[in-house]
C-alpha cells in the first residue's frame, strides 16, 4: 500500500515536472537566424542588438517572474504585456525597444521551427 502511494506520488511529480517543463521558456542567446526574423520586421536589426535584448529578459524580466512560453502568445498580447512590464521593470525606451525585438523575433523564429519539426 505504501509503496504504491509513493508511486503516484512520484508520477504526479513526473507530470508535474514535464508540464512545468513545457509552459516554461528557455531562452538562448541571438543566433543569426533569430537576427534575420528580426531583420524582416526592423532592418537595422543585428547580432548586437538582439545581445541586448537578451540580456535585459534574462536580467531583468525572468529575474521577478522566471521565464515564460511567448510562443502560447499573440504578438498583441505580448506588445501589452511588455507595455505594462517596461514601466514595472523601470526600463527606458531603448531597453523596451531591444527586449520587445528579441522577444518578437525569438517567438517567429520558435514557431517557424516548430511548424518544421512537424513536416
Known amino acids: 500500500m505504501i509503496i504504491r502511494k509513493i508511486g503516484y506520488m512520484l508520477a504526479a511529480i513526473a507530470t508535474s515536472a514535464t508540464f512545468y517543463q513545457c509552459s516554461t521558456f528557455k531562452v538562448?542567446?541571438?543566433t543569426n537566424e533569430e537576427v534575420s526574423v528580426a531583420q524582416k520586421h526592423w532592418p537595422d536589426a543585428n547580432i548586437q542588438s538582439m545581445n541586448a535584448g537578451y540580456t535585459i529578459l534574462t536580467?531583468?524580466?525572468e529575474k521577478c517572474h522566471g521565464p515564460k512560453n511567448i510562443t502560447k502568445f499573440s504578438e498583441n498580447d505580448l506588445k501589452k504585456v511588455l507595455d505594462k512590464m517596461a514601466v514595472k521593470a523601470k526600463l527606458s525606451d531603448q531597453e523596451k525597444e531591444s527586449v520587445t525585438r528579441y522577444i518578437l523575433a525569438e517567438r517567429e523564429y520558435r514557431i517557424?521551427?516548430?511548424a518544421a519539426n512537424k513536416k
Open 28 to 30: 538562448a542567446t541571438p
Open 59 to 61: 536580467t531583468k524580466c
Open 112 to 114: 517557424a521551427q516548430k
